[in-house]
């Protein structure tokens, strides 16, 4: 499978990161996970935050957000790469979910 990536002209689209990764889950259970704090994590996470950032947003410690990640990218089936950006495809899926 050729993995394309977008060029400097073109940017990086939920769908075509959906085409060029795959989304682990359906779209229907994308939407459905994570659930409370953990969506909130998530959120932040779209934001481009760091897990300091998110933890004193949320006034939490950033242990329980490191955890938190940790369930997120599990619930979503994204496995440890040392090629792709495990929080940046999580963020994708939601996305991708978003955009059907």
Do not use: W
Not at 35 to 54: F, H, K, P, Y
Not at 66 to 82: M, N, Q, V, W, Y
């Amino acid at each position: 499978m050729s993995r394309e990536r977008p060029g400097r002209n073109r940017p990086l689209s939920s769908s075509h990161a959906a085409k060029v990764y795959g989304t682990p889950l359906r779209a229907t259970e994308v939407h459905e996970r994570p659930a409370g704090r953990g969506r909130e994590v998530l959120g932040r996470l779209a934001q481009s935050r760091s897990n300091t950032g998110t933890a004193e947003g949320l006034f939490i410690s950033e242990k329980a957000v490191a955890k938190h990640i940790g369930d997120i990218l599990t619930e979503l089936g994204l496995p440890p790469s040392g090629t792709d950006n495990r929080r940046v495809l999580a963020v994708l899926a939601v996305l991708a979910c978003l955009d059907r």
